[in-house]
Nanobody, 119 residues
Framework: QVQLVESGGGLVQPGGSLRLSCAAS????????MGWYRQAPGKQRELVAG???????NYADSVKGRFTISRDNAKNTVYLQMNSLKPEDTAVYYC?????????????WGQGTQVTVSS
């Protein structure tokens, strides 16, 4: 079992920055691939960024060059640094933990944190 708790969301003006954190507990954090997803009203949840246990990363095209995902295994935490934020980045952001030997339906999810980009 893995428990995930996100923090760091809020209201920011266009062009601003936020850093999301996701603290994990309950299992061996370092073996999990971690990801950030987001869901805007009326839209499907989408992958924003992912990081493997060896710290390889991947990003959605819409956030490349603006967002950076990182992990600190010593702190059992994954981060999402979001710069040059745009109104279209407004969504609930969810942290995800995926065990490499388990199916996706066994993934763990946080409760979500709201990010609103507006002037």
């Amino acid at each position: 079992q893995v428990q995930l708790v996100e923090s760091g969301g809020g209201l920011v003006q266009p062009g601003g920055s936020l850093r999301l954190s996701c603290a994990a507990s309950g299992s061996i954090f370092s073996i999990y691939a971690m990801g950030w997803y987001r869901q805007a009203p009326g839209k499907q949840r989408e992958l924003v960024a992912g990081i493997t246990r060896s710290s390889s990363t991947n990003y959605a095209d819409s956030v490349k060059g603006r967002f950076t995902i990182s992990r600190d295994n010593a702190k059992n935490t994954v981060y999402l640094q979001m710069n040059s934020l745009k109104p279209e980045d407004t969504a609930v952001y969810y942290c995800n933990a995926h065990h490499p030997l388990a199916p996706a339906r066994s993934d763990y999810w946080g409760q979500g944190t709201q990010v609103t980009v507006s002037s």
